[in-house]
């Protein structure tokens, strides 16, 4: 019997590769979204310290110009947070991009692996019924030649006697 062999295995390999190379393709994107994640965090947190000095300055009596550099700086880190946030927003619609392809190449891949499983399952059952055929017509071939012998065997004996 021929050995096995899978038609389609260069595809299955390449939807394996794909699917790699999505799954390192997500990695990058989620490890992205984390480093503009703790961004945020910080400009937060320096939007707060410029909030808590504004609250001090407004305690205090100061001159305008204090009030004016405190309140810009305040608008600027606002407007950070409002861009960085929208930076996330876009960057978690990458990783969810990301994690739809990963899960359709392995959607693919998986199909292929199952269809090479079935394939290597028809071709063990078929082996086994050809080599049970094989041993079937051993055994008919060795109880022929058993009933021959025993067939001499009776004649000799009996012409002996």
């Not at 019997?1 to 390449?14: D, E, I, Q």
């Not at 082996?127 to 008919?140: G, I, L, M, P, S």
């Given at each position: 019997?021929?050995?096995?062999?899978?038609?389609?295995?260069?595809?299955?390999?390449?939807?394996?590769?794909?699917?790699?190379?999505?799954?390192?393709?997500?990695?990058?994107?989620?490890?992205?979204?984390?480093?503009?994640?703790?961004?945020?965090?910080?400009?937060?947190?320096?939007?707060?310290?410029?909030?808590?000095?504004?609250?001090?300055?407004?305690?205090?009596?100061?001159?305008?110009?204090?009030?004016?550099?405190?309140?810009?700086?305040?608008?600027?880190?606002?407007r950070h947070v409002a861009t960085q946030v929208e930076a996330i927003r876009l960057a978690a619609q990458r990783v969810e991009d990301a994690r739809d392809r990963l899960i359709l190449k392995a959607r693919e891949a998986e199909t292929l692996e199952r269809l090479r499983q079935r394939q290597w399952f028809d071709y063990n059952h078929e082996r086994q019924r050809e080599e049970q055929k094989e041993n079937d017509a051993k055994a008919v071939d060795r109880f022929t030649r058993d009933q021959i012998d025993d067939t001499r065997f009776g004649e000799a004996v009996a012409a002996e006697r």
């Amino acid at each position: 019997m021929k050995p096995f062999r899978f038609r389609l295995a260069r595809l299955l390999h390449l939807k394996q590769a794909e699917k790699k190379q999505c799954a390192a393709a997500l990695a990058r994107e989620q490890n992205e979204l984390h480093k503009m994640e703790t961004v945020l965090a910080e400009v937060r947190c320096h939007c707060t310290l410029i909030e808590n000095s504004y609250g001090t300055l407004s305690t205090r009596v100061s001159n305008v110009r204090e009030w004016s550099g405190a309140q810009l700086a305040l608008e600027i880190a606002e407007r950070h947070v409002a861009t960085q946030v929208e930076a996330i927003r876009l960057a978690a619609q990458r990783v969810e991009d990301a994690r739809d392809r990963l899960i359709l190449k392995a959607r693919e891949a998986e199909t292929l692996e199952r269809l090479r499983q079935r394939q290597w399952f028809d071709y063990n059952h078929e082996r086994q019924r050809e080599e049970q055929k094989e041993n079937d017509a051993k055994a008919v071939d060795r109880f022929t030649r058993d009933q021959i012998d025993d067939t001499r065997f009776g004649e000799a004996v009996a012409a002996e006697r």
